[in-house]
């Protein structure tokens, strides 16, 4: 781990910001200065930012998988000490569990911590905050834990982005709504949820082209990419509205035919 070397500061200067960013990439930042960690390093850092309060023998377990545990052990050793050599260090130990030292930001956090505020509703400076930025969870990584954490973190934010366009939906912000709706659907095209929610909106701005535009677009995609159709949820929305178009669609039935008829009485006399 390399950095420019810090000013010396007196005892009353604050303490240099640490920042590690998994999302989008590795990035450990030391007062905005970017620290070279080797890729191995950047194994451990992400893991223990990851795993905060796992003990050693989890964290070797699975960044050594294939290795013995003595081996595991071994090498999680040498890896800290290598980390402690640097001033930038971000690491603290305690008893048999290292975790990041509590001065070092990390993204993950602040994401995890921007969810569970818009799942509670108090939201006026989040919606930015999930707005901002796509990216995965150390793209290009493949370690199970990596894959693992993607995942959880990619659902966290798609039902994020969804609750931010309810929330604003329900304030009548359809122009916010509609922007939350349509960054999830960037994310991940063939859910429905964000779809549903995009024709909700173009509903309540009383924009029928546009929701059933909105509607046909994805029933198009559906039925191209797994040969599905919209969920009943989804077609509910639009019952109104396409309820005369299928009727009016539908093929008029023949009459039915005619026999002869036949008279009933009594004969000629």
């Known amino acids: 781990m390399t950095a420019d070397p810090p000013t010396p500061t007196t005892g009353d200067d604050p303490l240099p910001e640490v920042s590690l960013h998994l999302l989008g990439g590795f990035r450990l930042l030391h007062d905005e200065t970017p620290v070279v960690v080797p890729r191995g390093l950047q194994r451990v850092l992400a893991l223990i930012g990851l795993r905060p309060g796992a003990t050693r023998s989890h964290l070797a377990g699975l960044l050594w998988p294939e290795a013995s545990e003595d081996r595991a052990l071994?090498?999680?050793?040498?890896?800290?000490?290598?980390?402690?050599?640097?001033?930038?260090?971000?690491?603290?130990?305690?008893?048999?569990?290292?975790?990041?030292?509590?001065?070092?930001?990390?993204?993950?956090?602040?994401?995890?911590?921007?969810?569970?505020?818009?799942?509670?509703?108090?939201?006026?400076?989040?919606?930015?905050?999930?707005?901002?930025?796509?990216?995965?969870?150390?793209?290009?990584?493949?370690?199970?834990?990596?894959?693992?954490e993607r995942e959880r973190l990619r659902q966290l934010r798609l039902h994020m982005l969804e609750q931010v366009s309810r929330n604003h939906l329900a304030a009548g912000r359809h122009g916010e709504a509609l922007e939350a709706a349509l960054e999830a659907m960037a994310a991940e095209p063939l859910r429905e949820t964000p779809h549903r929610l995009v024709v909700r909106v173009h509903l309540a701005e009383g924009n029928v082209f546009e929701a059933m535009h909105a509607f046909y677009a994805y029933r198009d995609l559906l039925l191209r990419e797994l040969r599905l159709e919209p969920s009943p949820a989804m077609s509910a929305l639009l019952h109104d509205t396409l309820a005369p178009i299928r009727q009016a669609s539908r093929p008029t039935p023949p009459e039915p035919r005619r026999g002869p008829t036949s008279r009933i009485g009594p004969g000629p006399q």
Do not use: I, K
């Open 74 to 148: 071994s090498s999680l050793r040498t890896a800290l000490w290598r980390l402690r050599q640097d001033p930038c260090c971000p690491l603290v130990t305690t008893g048999d569990t290292t975790r990041l030292d509590p001065r070092v930001r990390l993204d993950v956090d602040d994401l995890t911590s921007t969810a569970a505020r818009v799942r509670d509703g108090d939201d006026p400076g989040s919606a930015a905050t999930a707005l901002a930025g796509r990216h995965d969870l150390l793209p290009g990584w493949y370690d199970d834990w990596v894959l693992l």
